[in-house]
């Protein structure tokens, strides 16, 4: 049976002198979710936005948005973000001191919460939270800037954390960051991914509508 697959276009490529126009027409273009890149110049060397964009966003798409928090401490961050409209918001498991909690503040804030794994970082703290999470999100690319080249060997991790997924039972999206194309999106999905961020795939061409049909296509 066709899995259900996601493609999330990352507003980090979109042009943020009419971020409210790139949303409506990705969402228009075919997009089911708006991922939301926020990095804070010290969990990651770059900086990009805060709640109040994704506030001023919210009124502008139906689409959920996806909070990818690359911000250390988490927390508060978290639950300005839960006030601003998120729908489903991301955090790095290094970047908390207590993992459990962070998890249950933002699932109490009524969000859906995901954990976000670097190229180089372990799986094993799916091994306490997995049945508390609703999105794994596996890095294809360092973390902090768009435009970068897909890692290969993801698709090694990504195909481990699906058999973690199948064999849990649980309802978990197994989200893909970084790198991905219309060229390599059916290979990520082969192993095993079913929502894809996308950042200057989609917003680094013209007709947004092809580049998300020309993804979905290659997967289905
Ligand atoms: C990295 C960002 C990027 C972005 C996607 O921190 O998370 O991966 O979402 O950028 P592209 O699709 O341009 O690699
Ligand atoms: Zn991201």
Redesign the pocket.
């Given at each position: 049976m066709m899995k259900d697959i996601r493609i999330a276009p990352?507003i980090?490529s979109a042009d943020f002198s009419r971020l409210g126009e790139e949303v409506r027409s990705v969402e228009a273009a075919g997009a089911d979710l708006i991922?939301f890149?926020v990095m804070d110049n010290h969990y990651v060397p770059n900086l990009t936005f805060g709640p109040i964009v994704c506030a001023s966003i919210r009124p502008h798409t139906k689409l959920p948005i996806d909070v990818?928090l690359?911000v250390e401490p988490v927390d508060a961050l978290a639950m300005e973000f839960a006030k601003a409209g998120a729908d489903l918001i991301s955090f790095h498991p290094e970047a908390t001191q207590h993992v459990d909690r962070t998890i249950n503040l933002i699932k109490d804030s009524g969000c859906k919460v995901g954990m976000?794994f670097n190229p180089a970082s372990p799986l094993h703290v799916l091994d306490w939270t997995l049945d508390k999470i609703d999105l794994i999100?596996i890095m294809s690319v360092n973390?902090g800037f768009g435009g970068q080249s897909f890692l290969e060997h993801s698709l090694d991790k990504i195909a481990e954390v699906r058999d973690l997924i199948d064999l849990s039972g649980c309802d978990v999206w197994l989200e893909v960051?970084?790198g991905i194309k219309v060229d390599n999106i059916a290979s990520v999905a082969e192993a095993g991914a079913d929502t894809f961020?996308a950042g200057s795939a989609i917003f680094g061409g013209t007709d947004y509508k092809n580049i998300i049909s020309q993804m979905k296509n290659r997967i289905s």
């Open positions: 990352s980090l991922h890149d990818h690359m976000a999100l973390p960051d970084g961020v």
